[in-house]
């Protein structure tokens, strides 16, 4: 497969129509909410076939606040663990499986640089997918520049979906 500049890398185009597929085959809905993502999730996963029938929407929350106010993350998990954590992370999965009322959410909140944040290196990133039988979260440490790191969060958040859908 050629691949010729522009959002996502083959990989994740195939990872995003192999979760497409399997979750019309299903039946099943899928939802996003995204931080330093920003909507390579949704964006990768609505360039797929059939993404009409299985993707509801996505949030991109990139502000803390909104995080809280738009897409429903407990406020208390926020304040308790930061938004860089595993919880914010599932919190942002949850609440985006709900407000959507969706089958499945996947979820990324992370340092994409070029500073650090809530003391945490660039490249720390959580990815999580909630669905019917709970959230798995994965912790990512990645290198690279913003972009890089950016397309590898997109990567990782489908591969654990596609791993949650069996």
Do not use: N
């Amino acid at each position: 497969m050629s691949h010729h500049g522009g959002t996502g890398s083959p990989s994740a185009a195939a990872l995003a129509s192999r979760c497409i597929a399997a979750l019309e085959a299903r039946g099943e809905t899928l939802a996003t909410a995204e931080s330093l993502t920003a909507g390579l999730i949704s964006a990768t996963l609505a360039g797929a076939p059939g993404a009409s029938v299985v993707l509801r929407g996505g949030i991109a929350a990139y502000a803390t606040e909104v995080k809280v106010s738009l897409l429903g993350v407990d406020a208390a998990v926020v304040k308790a663990h930061g938004v860089i954590s595993p919880e914010c992370a599932e919190g942002m999965a949850e609440a985006a499986r709900d407000r959507f009322a969706a089958s499945w959410a996947v979820s990324a909140t992370g340092v994409a640089g070029p500073d650090r944040q809530e003391d945490e290196p660039v490249g720390t990133v959580y990815v999580a997918v909630a669905g019917p039988r709970g959230v798995q979260v994965e912790q990512l440490r990645l290198a690279g520049s913003r972009q890089s790191i950016r397309e590898a969060s997109v990567e990782a958040g489908l591969s654990l979906l596609l791993a949650a859908l069996g």
